[in-house]
T-cell receptor, first 119, second 114 residues
Framework: NAGVTQTPKFRVLKTGQSMTLLCAQD?????MYWYRQDPGMGLRLIHY???????AKGEVPDGYNVSRLKKQNFLLGLESAAPSQTSVYFC??????????????????FGPGTRLTVT | GNSVTQMEGPVTLSEEAFLTINCTYT??????LFWYVQYPGEGLQLLLK?????DKGSNKGFEATYRKETTSFHLEKGSVQVSDSAVYFC?????????????FGPGTSLSVIP
């Protein structure tokens, strides 16, 4: 079980370049998320998905696009990178138990992060 | 709206000292509360959680009690180790609402020195 993996681990872009970050999970989770982490600001939600084929905007979606064509993958795209997008990006997935003794049990699993620098 | 406030860091302690990291929240509804830990160069890991008032979450010697009357979820450990050096995030989630997502505090950096 690899959990949540992210590709690449590091990337340097020039302003205006594009790139795609890949997140993959092997836990069959329905929900997936993209966050960015900046000093003193904690984690901020960029986009999320509640299932294959669905996406929704989070707190800071501008400048990013996402796709969830397969349940196990969640892609984050930057069409025209800007220095303000220099950050560490984390992907996460989660499940929520809906029945039995663990009804309502919720847990979120994070990937190791991608450090992106835009010059 | 929903929000989480944490004490500002960085916090520096000597090994075996007592740790408290304060966390207070604002939420509509009945949130679940979490503490996550991020070790250097890694992603966040769930440390402990509590889902209703007066619940105590505990793990690896850390504890936090869900206090509804003071809207707090302070993290404590009786004797810290160098290996506890990390960034700690308090978080909440209000399920089945229009904003059914986890909201994180800004994080508190802890350094434990030998």
């Amino acid at each position: 079980n690899a959990g949540v993996t992210q590709t690449p681990k590091f990337r340097v872009l020039k302003t205006g370049q594009s790139m795609t970050l890949l997140c993959a999970q092997d836990m069959n989770h329905e929900y997936m998320y993209w966050y960015r982490q900046d000093p003193g600001m904690g984690l901020r939600l960029i986009h999320y998905s509640v299932g294959e084929g669905t996406t929704a905007k989070g707190e800071v979606p501008d400048g990013y696009n996402v796709s969830r064509l397969k349940k196990q993958n969640f892609l984050l795209g930057l069409e025209s990178a800007a220095p303000s997008q220099t950050s560490v990006y984390f992907c996460a997935s989660s499940y929520e138990s809906t029945g039995g003794k663990l009804a309502g049990f919720y847990e979120q699993y994070f990937g190791p992060g991608t450090r992106l620098t835009v010059t | 709206g929903n929000s989480v406030t944490q004490m500002e860091g960085p916090v520096t302690l000597s090994e075996e000292a007592f740790l408290t990291i304060n966390c207070t929240y604002t939420a509509t509804g009945y949130p679940s509360l979490f503490w996550y830990v991020q070790y250097p160069g890694e992603g966040l890991q769930l440390l402990l959680k509590a889902t209703k008032a007066d619940d105590k979450g505990s793990n690896k010697g850390f504890e936090a009690t869900y206090r509804k009357e003071t809207t707090s979820f302070h993290l404590e450990k009786g004797s810290v180790q160098v290996s506890d050096s990390a960034v700690y995030f308090c978080a909440l989630r209000v399920a089945k609402t229009s904003y059914d997502k986890v909201i994180f505090g800004p994080g508190t950096s802890l350094s434990v020195i030998p």
